[in-house]
């Protein structure tokens, strides 16, 4: 069974970083896009970064300079360093990647557990 197991997460205060990270483990053959998505209480869950097997990225606009996604393909592992951080950040972030199973015949998506983020003021 494929897993992505995100880490990295906890409190931090307004101004500070994080990183998170999270690996994709089991049967994999291949592995598109990975990305980072967070959902905040009452909210719904929205993009903050993907970035694709080449290393091509894309950012929510609230996150843009202060957020970076990067991935090491080696290790089927994406992360997300978090910079600059606000109280509006708080939320769970989620990662995800569409992924092909061994004996898999196209890209299916999966998503992590989550981990909270909580930056205080």
């Known amino acids: 069974q494929v897993q992505l197991v995100e880490s990295g997460g906890g409190l931090v205060q307004a101004g500070g970083s994080l990183r998170l990270s999270c690996t994709a483990s089991?049967?994999?053959?291949?592995?598109?896009?990975m990305g980072w998505y967070r959902q905040a209480p009452g909210k719904q869950r929205e993009l903050v970064a993907a970035?694709?097997?080449?290393?091509?990225?894309n950012y929510a606009d609230s996150v843009k300079g202060r957020f970076t996604i990067s991935r090491d393909n080696a290790k089927n592992t994406v992360y997300l360093q978090m910079n600059s951080l606000k109280p509006e950040d708080t939320a769970v972030y989620y990662c995800?990647?569409?992924?092909?199973?061994?004996?898999?015949?196209?890209?299916?998506?999966?998503w992590g557990q989550g981990t909270q983020v909580t930056v205080s003021s």
């Open positions: 995800n990647a569409i992924l092909v199973e061994v004996g898999g015949d196209y890209g299916e998506l999966y």
């Open positions: 089991g049967s994999i053959f291949s592995i598109n896009a």
């Open positions: 970035i694709t097997v080449g290393g091509s990225t």
